[in-house]
């Protein structure tokens, strides 16, 4: 069985850890979200792709979900300590090493999509992880910044403007030193309209058996990936049952601040409203927990085959049962 699944960071990486244990067998593909990367000192960051890499590779820090396990800071403190920002971007000594890794072979020529794979060579996630795009795409978010003092208020990094103003900012500043306490007004991801899919992607949609969304960010994780010109089509073109869970659990994100984004594009923050920002054009299965049966009327109503499961990863275990619904799902649909 061959399934594709297209991952953003933390959800998307706790997903596949719990589909390779339902489906051991299964050749995995991986379209990573590339719309988070950003460009810090010099290098080269890719936050998604670097998450669902440490994650099955057993290298992250389970805690946070991000970043490496036994990590130090040293680095980030000595720059620190020359003046060198942004101070709020937590990169750790042994992600540092990645980051020049793939700055250096991005520098003598190779694409993303082949450093990923050296990367991988490493880390042996066990699936095969593809960047969505070997080209440069940058989710930016459109807010107006804060009063000097505010909590989250700008001031302490690039980006830093007048309180008030309005301004378009990485996604990564809007998320990590804001942490999403402005609104955001529009979610853009730049340069996706003249991207192309990094080779591979387009073949392994074709050749899927079952397509599926984990519960990333609709926004700014599955969203960019599917803004990138072609790669909706493909899927919803495939001809194979596609199924999605939901990442919104009784009216809030499971995890982070969806409701920030989902709110930019005028899209509700219920299981069943995610469903249909999909659209039955494209979804044909659609997972949403427990805590919100009462959403798989509308959601069936809107041309999606829908069921209420226990979606809270807990635990490996109960991931992969997650998973496990998600198959059979896409059975019932390909039945």
């Known amino acids: 069985m061959r399934i594709v699944v297209l991952a953003g960071g933390i959800g998307g990486a706790r997903f596949l850890r719990g589909l390779k244990q339902a489906a051991p067998d299964a050749e995995i593909t991986v379209i990573g979200n590339?719309?988070?990367?950003?460009?810090?000192?010099?290098?080269?960051v890719?936050?998604?792709?670097?998450?669902?890499?440490?994650?099955?590779?057993?290298?992250?820090?389970?805690?946070?979900?991000?970043g490496r396990t036994d990590e130090t800071f040293h680095l980030k403190e000595e720059l620190a300590a020359y003046g060198v920002g942004p101070e709020w971007f937590g990169?750790?000594?042994?992600?540092?090493?990645?980051?020049?890794?793939?700055?250096?072979?991005?520098?003598?020529?190779?694409?993303?999509?082949?450093?990923?794979?050296?990367?991988?060579?490493?880390w042996k996630p066990g699936v095969r992880l593809i960047?969505?795009?070997?080209?440069?795409v940058e989710t930016h978010v459109a807010v107006t910044l804060?009063?000097?003092?505010?909590?989250?208020?700008?001031?302490?990094?690039?980006?830093?403007?007048?309180?008030?103003?309005?301004?378009?900012?990485?996604?990564?500043?809007?998320?990590?030193r804001l942490r999403a306490s402005v609104p955001a007004h529009a979610v853009v991801p730049v340069g996706a309209d003249q991207a192309k899919p990094a080779p591979g992607v387009l073949e392994a949609i074709a050749e899927a058996d079952i397509i599926?969304?984990?519960?990333?960010?609709?926004?700014?994780?599955?969203?960019?990936?599917?803004?990138?010109?072609?790669?909706?089509?493909?899927?919803?073109?495939?001809?194979?049952?596609?199924?999605?869970?939901?990442p919104i659990v009784g009216g809030?994100?499971?995890?982070?601040?969806?409701?920030?984004?989902?709110?930019a594009v005028g899209v509700e923050t219920t299981a069943a409203a995610v469903a249909e920002h999909y659209g039955s054009g494209l979804l044909d299965g659609w997972l949403v927990d427990t805590a919100d049966a009462?959403?798989?009327?509308?959601?069936?109503?809107?041309?999606?085959?829908?069921?209420?499961?226990?979606?809270?990863?807990?635990?490996?275990?109960?991931?992969?049962?997650?998973?496990?619904?998600?198959?059979?799902?896409?059975?019932?649909?390909?039945?």
């Open 146 to 176: 804060p009063p000097e003092g505010a909590e989250g208020a700008a001031g302490d990094g690039a980006g830093a403007g007048a309180a008030g103003e309005q301004r378009a900012i990485h996604f990564q500043e809007y998320w990590v």
């Open 212 to 246: 599926l969304f984990p519960p990333s960010n609709p926004v700014v994780s599955i969203g960019t990936i599917l803004a990138v010109p072609g790669i909706r089509e493909a899927i919803a073109d495939a001809g194979v049952p596609i199924v999605g869970l939901s």
């Open 91 to 122: 990169l750790g000594d042994r992600d540092f090493a990645t980051h020049v890794v793939r700055t250096q072979m991005l520098g003598a020529g190779y694409p993303l999509s082949a450093v990923t794979e050296a990367l991988c060579a490493r």
């Open 34 to 44: 590339t719309g988070d990367d950003i460009h810090l000192f010099g290098l080269r």
């Open 131 to 136: 960047p969505m795009t070997d080209d440069r």
């Open 252 to 263: 809030a994100p499971v995890r982070g601040m969806a409701d920030k984004v989902l709110a």
């Open 294 to 335: 009462a959403a798989v009327e509308r959601v069936t109503a809107a041309g999606i085959r829908c069921r209420a499961v226990p979606l809270m990863m807990t635990d490996l275990d109960t991931t992969a049962r997650m998973a496990e619904e998600a198959l059979t799902l896409a059975e019932e649909v390909r039945a």
């Open 46 to 66: 890719c936050p998604d792709l670097d998450t669902v890499m440490y994650t099955l590779g057993g290298g992250i820090n389970d805690e946070q979900g991000w």
